[in-house]
């Protein structure tokens, strides 16, 4: 059980930047897979992004291109830098760690540590 705390979240204007810290309690670089989730009111659980150990990573088509994900070993921290925000990225954001020490995806299933989540909210 990893424990797991996400930071950075608020209100932003369309167009706008957060960046999106999650802190864990234990040394992160002997996870295989670290991933961002997001949530909105009456929608499934998505997954944003996931970067491996190796510093491979993937993004959904809807952030491809304004969310970039990052680790920091070092300091047991994963990141979500967010740029060009838009309305529909409104969520609560969560990170997670996976359970594989093989492969990596969007599938919530495959992740077992979850942090508390992060409301961000894109609106003028």
């Known amino acids: 059980q990893v424990q797991l705390v996400e930071s950075g979240g608020g209100s932003v204007q369309p167009g706008g930047s957060v960046r999106l810290a999650c802190a864990s309690s234990?040394?992160?670089?002997?996870?295989?897979?670290m991933g961002w989730f997001r949530q909105a009111p009456g929608k499934e659980r998505e997954g944003v992004a996931y970067?491996?150990?190796?510093?491979?990573?993937h993004y959904a088509d809807s952030v491809k291109g304004r969310f970039t994900i990052s680790r920091n070993d070092a300091k047991s921290t994963l990141y979500l830098q967010m740029s060009t925000l838009k309305p529909e990225d409104t969520a609560i954001y969560y990170c997670a760690t996976g359970r594989s020490q093989s492969f990596c995806n969007h599938d919530y299933r495959d992740y077992n540590s979850w942090g508390q989540g992060t409301q961000v909210t894109v609106s003028s």
């Open positions: 970067i491996t150990r190796g510093g491979t990573t």
């Open positions: 234990s040394y992160i670089g002997s996870i295989y897979c």
